[in-house]
């Protein structure tokens, strides 16, 4: 079963609730790893959560959000081994998980609508790492 952590500043915290109330009712299991209000919440702290608990197999994928994506996705990515992707469409969250094997999917809160997130959600936990060429390239983005 597909287990998922997702988490957010204050910025993406509204859009956060809706993806945990949309993922819920497909049945898929959902961790939140904060923040838990409106309330000022600083990006890193829920971007650390989400990639600790990829890393330590808590969870499959994890979801990420904040104002424009930016903060939370940089800070994501430095952990090895997160491949962390900001997609504002459903076809950069496709291609994020068919050729980079993307296990974190970033939105940003502030310029994407509910249903365009809702896509990006479904495509990025449906596609495949497609590996061949791509396999290789994925190899080199740790330092």
């Given at each position: 079963?597909?287990?998922?952590a ?8 509204e ?7 949309y ?9 939140d790893k904060g923040c838990?209000?409106?309330a000022?919440?600083?990006y890193?702290d829920?971007a650390?959560?989400?990639?600790t608990?990829i890393?330590?197999?808590e969870v499959?994928?994890g ?5 424009s994506?930016?903060g939370?996705n940089?800070s994501?990515n430095?952990?090895?081994g ?16 068919q ?7 970033t939105l940003?809160?502030r ?6 997130a ?7 936990l449906s596609e495949a790492?497609?590996?061949?060429r ?6 080199k983005?740790?330092?």
């Amino acid at each position: 079963m597909i287990k998922i952590a997702i988490g957010s500043d204050h910025a993406g915290f509204e859009l956060k609730s809706d993806l945990i109330s949309y993922i819920g009712e497909q049945n898929l299991t959902v961790i939140d790893k904060g923040c838990f209000s409106i309330a000022r919440a600083d990006y890193p702290d829920a971007a650390h959560a989400v990639a600790t608990a990829i890393l330590t197999n808590e969870v499959t994928f994890g979801i990420l959000l904040c104002g424009s994506g930016n903060g939370i996705n940089m800070s994501a990515n430095k952990h090895k081994g997160i491949r962390a992707a900001l997609c504002w469409n459903s076809e950069i969250a496709a291609l994020a998980r068919q050729h980079n094997d993307a296990n974190i999917l970033t939105l940003p809160a502030r310029y994407i609508s509910l249903e365009e997130a809702k896509k990006c959600v479904d495509v990025f936990l449906s596609e495949a790492f497609e590996r061949g060429r791509h396999a290789d390239r994925v190899k080199k983005i740790d330092c």
